[in-house]
């Protein structure tokens, strides 16, 4: 209600200060809506993320005209600079699972009850995911469930589940772990994946892309001019 009108406002008098580069400006917004469309439709992202997306396209269509480091950006699209740094600064997301998952390996086994599951799935869920106990997945909505179990009779497998989607609704796979817990089938600590809204990630892009730049295209463009000399 706040950001769209001024945004529009900011777009307008770029069209008009920069008559010679609507037609980039457009483009920029149009891809970005159609991305921000896009990925909450496929349950990729939330729609908040999608909106916020949008405002910055409406704000920022094009490369700020600030020099330093953004005078250097390839990309003229200033929304899918900050769309890749927003990937690169998620990776980083990574460091929460990894220590709490060293933290409790030193008291107990880590994959008790996965046993069937290979080195690349265990793998996964080590770099994105970690034990809660089941209590504190219910008063915690941030939290996806990561496994799910099967019960045969007196014994129970537990599998890990994967899905890029956010908007799954897993109760039912819950009240399946919470009755085999309650059973004493398996220690009452489940699986799980924190997930931070993207926009956060978005938000730390658009800081790293004022003050570093695009990343990715420096990365690239640094590992091209090691590898030229050497050809």
């Given at each position: 209600m706040v950001f769209y009108p001024v945004g529009l406002?900011?777009?307008?008098?770029r069209l008009f200060v920069q008559a010679g580069s609507w037609s980039?400006?457009?483009?920029?917004?149009?891809?970005?809506?159609?991305?921000?469309?896009?990925?909450?439709f496929l349950g990729l992202w939330g729609g908040a993320d999608g909106k916020g997306f949008i405002c910055l396209a409406l704000m920022n269509p094009l490369i700020?005209?600030?020099?330093?480091?953004?005078?250097?950006i390839v990309d003229p699209f200033f929304p899918f600079v900050v769309f890749s740094n927003a990937y690169v600064a998620s990776l980083l997301s990574i460091l929460y699972p990894?220590?709490?998952?060293?933290?409790?390996?030193?008291?107990?086994?880590?994959f008790e009850g996965f046993e069937n599951e290979n080195f690349i799935r265990k793998a996964t869920a080590?770099?994105?995911?970690?034990?809660?106990?089941i209590g504190e997945l219910e008063r915690k909505p941030h939290l996806f469930l990561l496994e799910s179990v099967h019960r045969r009779e007196s014994t129970v497998t537990r599998h890990f589940e994967f899905d890029l989607r956010v908007d799954l609704d897993r109760s039912k796979e819950l009240?399946?772990?919470?009755?085999a817990?309650?059973?004493?089938?398996?220690?009452?600590?489940?699986?799980v994946s924190p997930g931070l809204p993207f926009l956060v990630f978005i938000t730390l892009g658009f800081g790293i892309a004022l003050l570093f730049g695009d990343v990715v295209w420096c990365f690239v463009s640094t590992l091209i001019r090691a590898i030229v000399p050497l050809l």
């Open positions: 406002a900011l777009t307008a008098i980039q400006i457009l483009l920029s917004i149009a891809l970005t809506v159609a991305i921000s469309l896009t990925l909450p700020p005209a600030l020099g330093g480091n953004l005078s250097h990894i220590q709490r998952n060293m933290r409790t390996h030193r008291r107990r086994r880590l080590f770099l994105t995911g970690y034990q809660v106990p009240a399946e772990i919470k009755r817990a309650d059973s004493g089938l398996f220690r009452g600590s489940v699986w």
